[in-house]
């Protein structure tokens, strides 16, 4: 089935450390997204790519970090420079030039120790 | 920058009855997007219903409709017939190159 695959679904982490959150996407789309949640909060934009190789800073970029080697392929590296990490990270995918309609990952949640 | 706000934190409803989520945003852009979206416990983002802004009609499916009020810049949701399965964050947001999305409102749906 076609779909975006984060993983892992729980992460644990201890401060300091650099960890990397995983997105997978097999709709073809060209454009991905990662989003930032917090508890009882709405959405804010982290990082987005619309192409391979190319990438623009979202909202809330700084302590983060990706890349876009592959169509399908959006990770999301949460560095130590990153405040307060501890957070639900969602991931996104659309097909440029369509009705715009973002499909979504399960998302992870990260927790700092 | 576009901006979008849902004036509403919480809402409940009585199951069957109707209630109406606002949203508003701020843009200068003639030739957008808007979305709500819809976050149960489960937190999967799941699509509700979409509007295209050159569209005059406002978008309905099944029990879910909008007021779009392109001068005002307002973006409606309207449930009808509400249910226990309706009771989830709700998400306004709107799209030109990237999705913004409101604060959300809670909705909860009451036996």
């Known amino acids: 089935d076609g779909g975006i695959t984060q993983s892992p679904k729980y992460l644990f982490r201890k401060e300091g450390q650099n960890v990397t959150l995983s997105c997978e996407q097999n709709l073809n789309h060209d454009a991905m997204y990662w989003y930032r949640q917090d508890p009882g909060q709405g959405l804010r934009l982290i990082y987005y790519?619309?192409?391979?190789?190319?990438?623009q800073k979202g909202d809330i970029a700084e302590g983060y970090s990706v890349s876009r080697e592959k169509k399908e392929s959006f990770p999301l590296t949460v560095t130590s420079a990153q405040k307060n990490p501890t957070a639900f990270y969602l991931c996104?995918?659309?097909?440029?030039?369509?009705?715009?309609?973002?499909?979504f990952g399960e998302g992870s949640r990260l927790t700092v120790l | 920058a576009q901006t979008v706000t849902q004036s509403q934190p919480e809402m409940s409803v009585q199951e069957a009855e109707t209630v109406t989520l606002s949203c508003t945003y701020d843009t200068s852009e003639n030739n957008y997007y808007l979305f709500w979206y819809k976050q149960p416990p489960s937190r999967q983002m799941i699509l509700v219903i979409r509007?295209?802004?050159?569209?005059?009609q406002n978008a309905t499916e099944n029990r879910f409709s909008v007021n779009f009020q392109k001068a005002a810049k307002s973006f409606s949701l309207k449930i009808s017939d509400s249910q226990l399965g309706d009771t989830a964050m709700y998400f306004c947001a709107f799209m030109r190159n990237k999705l913004v999305f409101g604060a959300g409102t809670i909705l909860r749906v009451k036996s």
């Open positions: 509007q295209e802004a050159y569209k005059q």
């Open positions: 996104a995918s659309r097909e440029t030039g369509n009705t715009g309609e973002l499909f």
């Open positions: 790519s619309q192409i391979v190789n190319d990438f």
